[in-house]
Nanobody, 119 residues
Framework: VQLVESGGGLVQPGGSLRLSCAASGSFFSIDDMGWYRQAPGKQRELVARFISGGSPDYADSVKGRFTISRDNAKSTMYLQMNSLKPEDTAIYYC??????????????WGQGTQVTVSS
């Protein structure tokens, strides 16, 4: 099982990007999914996440600007990022709790995608 992110890049302040995270391989289902980020010299932090049965949860710093969504049929999660700020610059990682079998679940992380917000 792999999680592969895409969609990062360089964007000017105020611009938008959409990140994707696709799960591949053989598995039973995907439970929780989320996005984290890590800026240089800082700890990895939560950006947005789905928790089973609940509404999306966002970090205060991105509320109103970022939107998390998922397409279960495609085993893919998205992060729409609008009104980007230089402080959003970081490596963005997706994570998911994936059920390999109905009774066994494991956490997975993607390799990360760089987002740079700069003029």
């Amino acid at each position: 099982v792999q999680l592969v992110e895409s969609g990062g890049g360089l964007v000017q302040p105020g611009g938008s990007l959409r990140l994707s995270c696709a799960a591949s391989g053989s598995f039973f289902s995907i439970d929780d999914m989320g996005w984290y980020r890590q800026a240089p010299g800082k700890q990895r932090e939560l950006v947005a996440r789905f928790i089973s049965g609940g509404s999306p949860d966002y970090a205060d710093s991105v509320k109103g600007r970022f939107t998390i969504s998922r397409d279960n049929a495609k085993s893919t999660m998205y992060l729409q990022m609008n009104s980007l700020k230089p402080e959003d610059t970081a490596i963005y990682y997706c994570t998911a709790v994936i059920r390999i079998f109905a009774a066994r679940k494991l956490p997975y992380w993607g390799q990360g995608t760089q987002v740079t917000v700069s003029s």
